[in-house]
T-cell receptor, first 114, second 111 residues
Framework: DGGITQSPKYLFRKEGQNVTLSCEQN?????MYWYRQDPGQGLRLIYY???????QKGDIAEGYSVSREKKESFPLTVTSAQKNPTAFYLC?????????????FGPGTRLTVL | GNSVTQMEGPVTLSEEAFLTINCTYT??????LFWYVQYPGEGLQLLLK???ADDKGSNKGFEATYRKETTSFHLEKGSVQVSDSAVYFC??????????WGAGTKLIIKP
């Protein structure tokens, strides 16, 4: 089955720790995205990548970092610089840049800072 | 700049009721418009889309028509079911092919 997987489903972090969220897709999509979702709010774009070894900041990139070493993988690191990291994180992909409006989503990772 | 405004939720309806979730947008040019649905604890799924004025997107009994004159893309369904309970997001694509999202509307259907 083609799709997007995110792991883990739930993640707990102590203050001051960095954590990395995994996102893998086997859809052969060029573009990948990370969003943050807070209760009662829409999705906010953290980072996106249109091609391997290239990525751009979204609206709320501060305190986050990404890499895109392989087409199928786009991990997100939440650093200790992120002031309020507790949220639901969604990864998405689209066929290419011009298909960015038809995005396919993973099941999400819920991060809680203790 | 570009923006999407949705009606606030939650919207609570009885089974078999008629559903309307309002969505209006502000954009330059002629963006494509989308409705995505998020079931509890899951990621989002594309529900329907429309790419030009007067287009009607439809899927699973849901419909939305791209109204350029009123800059609207309201979601409708004639008879809702308990399984339609979810959060619905309206979105538009900007000139860079990125999605601009509404805040989401939670729909609760009571049996």
């Amino acid at each position: 089955d083609g799709g997007i997987t995110q792991s883990p489903k739930y993640l707990f972090r102590k203050e001051g720790q960095n954590v990395t969220l995994s996102c893998e897709q086997n859809l052969n999509h060029d573009a990948m995205y990370w969003y943050r979702q807070d209760p009662g709010q829409g999705l906010r774009l953290i980072y996106y990548s249109q091609i391997v070894n290239d990525f751009q900041k979204g609206d709320i990139a501060e305190g986050y970092s990404v890499s895109r070493e392989k087409k199928e993988s786009f991990p997100l690191t939440v650093t200790s610089a992120q002031k309020n990291p507790t949220a639901f994180y969604l990864c998405a992909s689209s066929m290419d840049r011009t298909s960015g409006n038809e995005q396919f989503f993973g099941p999400g990772t819920r991060l809680t800072v203790l | 700049g570009n923006s999407v405004t949705q009606m606030e939720g939650p919207v609570t309806l009885s089974e078999e009721a008629f559903l309307t979730i309002n969505c209006t947008y502000t954009a330059t040019g002629y963006p494509s418009l989308f409705w995505y649905v998020q079931y509890p604890g899951e990621g989002l799924q594309l529900l329907l889309k429309a790419t030009k004025a007067d287009d009607k997107g439809s899927n699973k009994g849901f419909e939305a028509t791209y109204r350029k004159e009123t800059t609207s893309f309201h979601l409708e369904k004639g008879s809702v079911q308990v399984s339609d309970s979810a959060v619905y997001f309206c979105a538009l694509s900007d000139a860079n092919y990125q999605l601009i999202w509404g805040a989401g509307t939670k729909l609760i259907i009571k049996p």
